[in-house]
């Protein structure tokens, strides 16, 4: 189960915004076969100056425009799968709504699956008799 953060200057459309959450949810479940209705998101937009970013960092060049992607996910992914994921997002924000790639900075935050309750206050991925469900 990801967790994902996307935060985005304001100003976008409706439209805009649930195309970049769709995007990144799709990319999920195509790379890391994330089931389609795990879908657990956080959108937040930011007023102009609130949202600070380095327009050039490390030679890329970002506009008002960049959207930061948090995905908290579990830490079993090898770096392959992680790139393909990179890859698929920025491919499918630039499809729709029409993203530069240079405006896509995407975040991993791993975990373990004792570091998840999914509600009830229990950690349903532990397997134990205090947890079962």
Known sequence: MPLVRI???????ADHVRAIADGVHQALVETFSV???DRFQVVTQHERGSLIYDANYMGI???DDVVFIQVLASSWRDTATKQRLYRRIVERLTERPGLRPEDVLIALSPNDRPDWS?????????KDAANAV
Do not use: C, E
């Open 118 to 126: 999914f509600g009830n206050g229990v950690a349903q991925y532990v």
């Open 61 to 63: 060049r970002r506009t």
């Open 7 to 13: 935060d985005l200057i304001k100003g976008k459309s």
């Open 35 to 37: 089931p389609v209705d």
